[in-house]
């Protein structure tokens, strides 16, 4: 199949390939998207937190200026996205409710209110009768809370549909086919190769392929994304609408648990985390956990209908922050790694991406986000010296040999 020739081209249509798509299209490129199944990956998977206060870690502040500055964009990405699709993304603001059980959970949970504090984070300290006065579900041994109202949610199966909506009205060029490689002339790359042969020529390619993105072939090593697939399990459950006004999450025998609420009544509880290659099995021990530890929390959960059980593949990156930007080849960006905030990112990566198209000069993440700017957060180029292309001609000579971008084990998408 041969696509007329297009400005960009998209590797990949989960949340964050559309996004960029979107707002690419609607600067005036042509653009085209190329998945052999938009939608079906990490994205589908998705709880959907917009949470970058509640879930801040010591170690994390970058992802956290990160997060915070996309926030700020979702209002307007929802209203505009739904308002152009004539899709509703269930974007909620009503925050999120972090609750502990033993004295040793609350002492940790308060040790992160004051980290919170001092970062200047909106968070309210709850006890154990607050809790339960905001949430009547949470079990009585809860002991206190801290509850972050500026974090939000969305549903990311809606989004993706909406993002779909969208890019048919902006003239997007959808190619249901995978990308088996770049087409790379001279030192430029040209477009991309299809798995059922013919190509897309484009002037740029942005690789958004998630968890497979360091599986394409003919991406020089050095330009080659370091990331790798973070397994999650989830479950959808069906209650009254009103079960949780909020998303509720809480430590439970060492491990994270979280309940997100929908408008029409569905909790989503996730979700595990793993270490499993490209394995997407949803496994009974992975669900087990999940309710076992959800029922800590709000026994009641054990009482509700489930709807689906699914697992995705966290794009994830040796220091977890994206990778959003230019690659040392020419006509090559990342927009990847997103790990567990793709959904919260997208609105941020998407911008940043169009911005980087039209050749405007790097934004920094502005207001209480003041730091280093974007570009330099998210470089493709970070992970050392030794990954900028010092001889752009060593990579084209390794490309004859035996698939240098193929890593083991990495299954094409439609092997999973
Ligand atoms: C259980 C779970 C819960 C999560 N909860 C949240 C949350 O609450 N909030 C949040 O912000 N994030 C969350 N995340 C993380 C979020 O889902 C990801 O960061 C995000 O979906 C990544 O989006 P993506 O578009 O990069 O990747 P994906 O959604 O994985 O999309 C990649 C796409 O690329 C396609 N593709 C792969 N190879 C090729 C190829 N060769 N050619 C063409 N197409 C290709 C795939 O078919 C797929 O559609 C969660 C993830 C999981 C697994």
């Given amino acids: ?59 994390e502040e970058p992802l956290l200026r990160l997060g915070l500055a996309s926030l700020a964009r979702w ?65 009585p041994s809860v002991r206190g809370g801290v509850l972050a109202s ?36 001279g030192d430029v790359v040209r477009g991309v190769r299809l798995a059922r042969g013919g190509r897309v020529s484009a002037d740029r390619v942005v690789l958004a392929a998630g968890a497979w993105s360091g599986s394409l072939d003919g991406v020089p090593p050095e330009v080659l994304p370091p990331v790798r697939p973070v ?21 439970v025998h060492g491990s994270h648990v979280y309940m997100v609420p929908r408008g029409d009544g569905e909790i989503v509880l996730g979700a595990t985390q793993e270490e499993m290659g490209f394995d997407t099995r949803v496994t009974a021990g992975g ?14 959960v054990t009482e509700l209908e489930v709807t689906d059980v699914f697992a995705g593949l966290r794009p994830g990156t040796p220091d977890n922050l994206p990778l959003i930007g230019r690659t040392a080849l020419e006509g090559l960006l990342l927009a990847t790694g997103h790990h567990r905030g793709g959904v919260l990112l997208c609105p941020l990566t ?17 207001g209480a986000a003041a730091g280093p700017p974007v570009a330099a957060i998210c470089s493709p180029l970070r992970f050392g010296p030794g990954r900028a292309i010092s001889d752009p001609h060593r990579w084209k000579k390794e490309e004859r040999g035996p ?13 999973r």
């Fill in 1 to 59: 199949m041969n696509v007329p020739h297009t400005d960009v081209v998209v590797v990949g249509a989960g949340v964050v390939g559309l996004s960029v798509a979107w707002r690419a299209a609607r600067r005036g490129y042509t653009v085209t998207v190329a998945d052999p199944a938009p939608g079906s990956g990490a994205s589908h998977a998705a709880a959907g937190m917009l949470a970058p206060v509640s879930e801040v870690t010591y170690t």
């Fill in 287 to 300: 669900l087990w956990e999940l309710l076992r530890d959800a029922r800590e929390l709000v026994p009641g």
């Fill in 231 to 251: 397994k999650g399990q989830i479950m959808r459950l069906r209650g009254d609408p009103g079960f949780l006004g909020r998303c509720v999450r809480g430590v």
């Fill in 403 to 415: 698939s240098p971008g193929l890593r083991p084990g990495s299954p094409a998408p439609e092997a």
């Fill in 150 to 185: 500026g974090d939000a949610w969305v549903d990311p199966r809606r989004v993706t549909a909406a993002l779909l909506a969208a890019l048919s009205r902006q003239g997007v060029t959808l190619v249901t086919d995978r990308v088996r490689g770049l087409a790379v002339e």
């Fill in 75 to 139: 209002p307007a990405f929802a209203a505009e996205l739904s308002g152009e699709a004539g899709v509703e993304v269930d974007y909620r603001t009503e925050g999120t409710l972090d609750v502990a059980f033993g004295s040793d959970d609350l002492a940790a949970l308060g040790e992160l209110a004051d980290f919170m504090e001092k970062l200047a984070l909106p968070v309210d300290r709850l006890t154990g009768r607050e809790c339960r006065r905001a949430e009547p579900m949470l079990a």
């Fill in 350 to 366: 998407a911008d940043f991406i169009a911005g980087e198209l039209a050749g405007e000069p790097a934004q920094d993440l502005g």
